[in-house]
Every structure is written in structure tokens, then in C-alpha cells.
């Protein structure tokens, strides 16, 4: 158990829906990082936030859009959803804000998002 | 844009052989990070490498960075069904960015 918790762990929903994911990184990390892996893209960055404020962007959609609130969980927002959407959805958090790939990242379960 | 390749993508092997397993790329990573994922769950971090051609052994592990830091092997020594997985190299590219290879699926059969 890593100590990130994410619900739900699985969500089933139809074209141009809207869903929210949530995760809850483990105590006293200030970062969380959200990830999507799917077969043919592999383990892909989105967006990273730190105590609150957004600190780096990967390959997110403009569909796409995150948060993380005062108590530092974090919510990623998807909305008009396609059928490429399906997909695993990580949640990570770190103690640091800066460099990655030095410190340690802790990933959470993942929700499995399927788009139907 | 900043890509690692791995190689081979899945591996099948007896309980008791080694293996190689490869991450590549044509640009310099100021460090390189190995995880383990099983079904169901997330990656876990089994090493960082920082350092060109530094090696770091984790039990029947042993992970090396290469000298121009593009590349990393990790090798596993005697390999053990509990070593079944989804092997991710990881580096730390351009923008504060976790680049992460496709994986190495790895089938230790007993």
C-alpha cells in the first residue's frame, strides 16, 4: 500500500460524458502528479500540482483539467469523453515539488476508465 | 521529444535464468528511474541512477546508467516467479517531466 488512495477504481460511461477522478496523496506530500497509461500510448505524464499551484504540464488534453484543493487532494476532470479516453488513471505524490526522477514518487491503485 | 525505447517489449523465462533488460534513447536524461508494476496496481520505484555509468544492485538486481546517461540496463540475476511484472524505465526529461519507456513484460514460470 502505497498511501495514495484514488475512487473511484472503476467508472463506466458513454461518449461526451463528464467524470471526475479523485486522489488523495499520502500525508505531508505537497506534490501529486496525474499519469494515463493505455496499450498504445504506454505510462504517459499529464499534470503535476504542488501545495495547490500547477507546477508542470505533460500531454493533457484541453478536454482534460485538474485541481488540488487546500487539504492537497486532487481532482482530474475529464469531459467530452471519447472512446480514446479509456484508459488507467495514476495519481502519484511526492514530498518535493522539484526534480523529478530524483525523488521518489508514490502511485496510487488507478481508476480504469471505460469509455463506452 | 525526448523518447526511451525498451527492449524486448515481453520476456517468457524458467525460474533460475537471467535477464537483460534495455532502456534507450538518443537524449542525454539527468537520471533515470527503474519501476516495477504488477496488474492492478501502480509503479513501484525499485532504483534512481544520477550518475553516468553509476551501478546499483537491489538484491538479485543490478541496474547501470550509461556513461553519456542515454541509456540503462537492468539485469536480474536467477530470476523467481515473484519477479513477474511490468518493468518502466523512467527518465527526467526536459520541463520537470517523468519520460516513461513502453515496458518489458516479464513471465517467470516456475
Known amino acids: 500500500d502505497s498511501g495514495v488512495t484514488q475512487t473511484p477504481k472503476h467508472l463506466i460511461t458513454a461518449t461526451g460524458q463528464r467524470v471526475t477522478l479523485r486522489c488523495s496523496p499520502r500525508s505531508g506530500d505537497l506534490s501529486v502528479y496525474w499519469y494515463q497509461q493505455s496499450l498504445d500510448q504506454g505510462l504517459q505524464f499529464l499534470i503535476q500540482?504542488?501545495?495547490?499551484?500547477?507546477?508542470a504540464k505533460g500531454n493533457i488534453l484541453e478536454r482534460f483539467s485538474a485541481q488540488q484543493f487546500p487539504d492537497l487532494h486532487s481532482e482530474l476532470n475529464l469531459s467530452s469523453l471519447e472512446l480514446g479516453d479509456s484508459a488507467l488513471y495514476f495519481c502519484?505524490?511526492?514530498?518535493?515539488?522539484?526534480?523529478?526522477?530524483?525523488?521518489?514518487?508514490?502511485f496510487g491503485p488507478g481508476t480504469r476508465l471505460t469509455v463506452l | 521529444t525526448q523518447l526511451l525505447e525498451q527492449s524486448p517489449q515481453f520476456l517468457s523465462i524458467q525460474e533460475g535464468e537471467n535477464l537483460t533488460v534495455y532502456c534507450n534513447s538518443s537524449s542525454v536524461f539527468s537520471s533515470l528511474q527503474w519501476y516495477r508494476q504488477e496488474p492492478g496496481e501502480g509503479p513501484v520505484l525499485l532504483v534512481t541512477?544520477?550518475?553516468?555509468?553509476e551501478v546499483k544492485k537491489l538484491k538479485r538486481l543490478t541496474f547501470q546508467f550509461g556513461d553519456a546517461r542515454k541509456d540503462s540496463s537492468l539485469h536480474i540475476t536467477a530470476a523467481q516467479p515473484g519477479d513477474t511484472g511490468l518493468y518502466l524505465c523512467a527518465g527526467a526529461g526536459r520541463g520537470n517531466k517523468l519520460v516513461f519507456g513502453a515496458g518489458t513484460i516479464l513471465r517467470v514460470k516456475s
Open positions: 541512477v544520477v550518475t553516468g555509468g
Open positions: 500540482y504542488y501545495n495547490g499551484e500547477e507546477r
Open positions: 502519484a505524490s511526492s514530498v518535493e515539488g522539484v526534480a523529478v526522477g530524483l525523488g521518489t514518487q508514490y
